[in-house]
């Protein structure tokens, strides 16, 4: 049963093939390789961010490191399009790492706009000093190595990708009810939203196939 419930939020953002996937005890993970990537990224700089920055004033990167944090977007748009219009064929540690790196500057941009206080003067960049990415990048290879050679069970690296894709998806959410004063009470919606968000897809993809 946990095994349906975990693809089933799974199949909400990925198309699950399992060529596509990495195998774990001869299984496939609820989301493929790539998939997979962009939420270790994600992941590993968000618990970053909320450990580090939660207490200071802080607001999205300067100009530069922006444009420097793009830049890490740029190998999974060569590799997805590659793959897609059949110029080369990727395969799942590519897919993987495009999508660690994808992954990794996503909460750079989002998290400072959760706080109020970003908006306040004095504020600095979330990105300050080069420990603020090499950290988040050293713990996404560290998972990103756990989940390629299969450490621990396919349970577990699913339960936690999955626990990945339904945060993030809150965060987002947080946007839609930021109206809403009361801290627990805006979570609670914010949970509720983005399961039902992601219920939604999965049933749309199973219904409408891809």
Known sequence: MLHEFLHFFGRAI??????RSLQVSGEALAVCARDTGIYIGIFSTLIYL???????SITIPSI???FLLLLFLVPLIIDG????THLFESNNPRRLLTGIAFGLVLPYFIYPLLSKRSLEHGSVPVLGKIKDLFIPLVLSIFLGGLFY????SHIVLDCFIIFS???WFCIM????????HRVW??????????LSFLSILSFANILIPS
């Open 14 to 19: 990925c198309h699950q093939l399992e060529e």
């Open 50 to 56: 909320h450990f580090s920055k939660r207490k200071q």
């Open 64 to 66: 530069n490191i922006s």
């Open 81 to 84: 399009l590659g793959s897609y």
């Open 149 to 152: 050679w299969g450490q621990p």
């Open 165 to 167: 894709v339904i945060s």
């Open 173 to 180: 959410a947080t946007f839609l009810v930021s109206f809403i």
């Open 185 to 194: 009470l805006r979570l609670t919606f914010s949970v509720l939203v983005s």
